[in-house]
């Protein structure tokens, strides 16, 4: 159990470290930032921060030396580098690895015993046309690497989009997926502590708009309700499958009567920003609690439920409306420009 006082490394700047770092703060933890860019969001409010290309080894060494635990924030990293802080970094790069690629991660939860939508694995353009005619399209290409909300996907929606599509995502490697039809989407965030016990939180559905989540709003509804028992049964087998310590998301489509597993991300999630002041503890509390080896806290919620929606470029504009509005708990990321898609803060409603 790592004591308050204890120096947590963050490898990620971005909100979710921002957020993590002030939780840590409220416990009397210190965090140190490892990033690339000059002024990360979450270095503001950290004791230290650390300037640092992801593919730089010896740099994240060093980085890690000064910290008594590194966890991170952000996967589209290089494992590589990482692998060479060995236990002291929480999750470990298997949950990494199998996240960054989407093929892997379907076959490891297809491993796990979890649903996931019927797909093949892409390597050429006859590779998408095949896809299509077994699938039985509509199918959605999605890059194996580097792809998130909804960058480095097309839809092949007949037989003639077959080649736009696969120019569209740049020829690289990548998965095709059926589209599914599904009523809602939804997310089981659940931490994984260091004596291997699980704890998910009340579920959110999620809706989103142009591939960008928009609001997560706790309880998840009706319809959602019959899926969840199965739907915290996968995401527990993925999370203990991966030996994963902290605090991962599994997103799901609800198709009828069954859950189907889009992907999990190895961290604290936007769907699970709610918690923050909706839950008794909050995601980025549980996932500090997880990697510090700290017991784990009550996820229940405070009150009958929470709608969280983001704020996504210029939204954040009405600020003030926000900060006049009883009971709207508003978050600024402190990112500067407001740039289309940029997720620049959120703000939370309880119930
Ligand atoms: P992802 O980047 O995989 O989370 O996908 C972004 C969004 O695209 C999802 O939240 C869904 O709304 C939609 N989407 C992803 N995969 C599928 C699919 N197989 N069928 C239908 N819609 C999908």
């Known amino acids: 159990m790592l004591a308050p006082g204890s120096t947590i490394g963050i490898v990620g700047g971005g909100q979710l470290g ?5 939780a840590a703060a409220r ?23 650390t300037r640092g290309d992801y593919g730089d080894a010896e740099a994240l060494k060093r980085f890690a030396e000064a910290c008594d635990v590194v966890t991170y924030e952000f996967e589209n990293l290089d ?11 929480r999750p470990g790069t298997a949950s990494l690895e199998i996240a960054q690629d989407r093929a892997a991660e379907k076959r490891f939860i297809e491993g796990c015993g979890a649903r996931v939508a019927p797909w093949r694995q892409i390597d050429s353009l006859d590779d998408v046309r095949a896809a299509f005619a077994e699938l039985g399209g509509p199918i959605l290409l999605k890059t194996r690497r580097y792809g998130y909300d909804g960058k480095g996907q097309a839809w092949v929606r007949s037989a003639e989009d077959a080649e736009a599509a696969w120019n ?45 989540l928009r609001r997560s709003t706790v309880p ?21 499958g991966l030996n994963h310590v902290g605090v991962l998301t599994v997103e799901f489509f609800a198709c009828g009567a069954s859950a189907v597993v889009n992907e999990f991300a190895p961290r604290v999630h936007n769907s699970g920003h709610w918690t923050i002041e909706g839950a008794k503890t909050s995601q980025f509390e549980q996932h500090l609690r997880c990697i510090l080896g700290l017991p784990l806290g009550d996820v229940s919620l405070v009150s009958a439920g929470a709608t969280m929606d983001n704020l ?3 939204d954040v504009d009405a600020w003030a409306d926000y900060v006049a509005e009883a009971g709207a708990y508003l978050h600024l990321y402190g990112k500067g420009e407001a740039r289309p898609g940029r997720k620049m803060g959120h703000v939370t409603r309880l119930k």
């Open 312 to 314: 996504i470029g210029s």
């Open 27 to 49: 416990l009397g933890y210190r965090c140190h930032i490892y990033d690339p860019h000059e002024e990360p969001c979450a270095a503001e409010v950290s004791a230290d921060f």
């Open 168 to 212: 569209a995502i740049g020829e690289q490697p990548a998965v095709a997926e059926k589209g599914m039809r599904f009523a809602a989407e939804f997310s089981i965030v659940i931490a994984r502590g260091l004596d291997g016990e699980t704890r998910a939180f009340p579920v959110p559905r999620n809706d989103h708009r142009d591939g960008i």
């Open 79 to 89: 494992a590589r580098p990482l692998a060479g802080l060995g236990d002291k970094l």
């Open 220 to 240: 998840a509804g009706p319809d959602i309700e019959p899926l969840i028992a199965e739907a915290t049964d996968f995401a527990r087998s993925i999370v203990t």
């Open 18 to 22: 921002r957020m993590m770092a002030l």
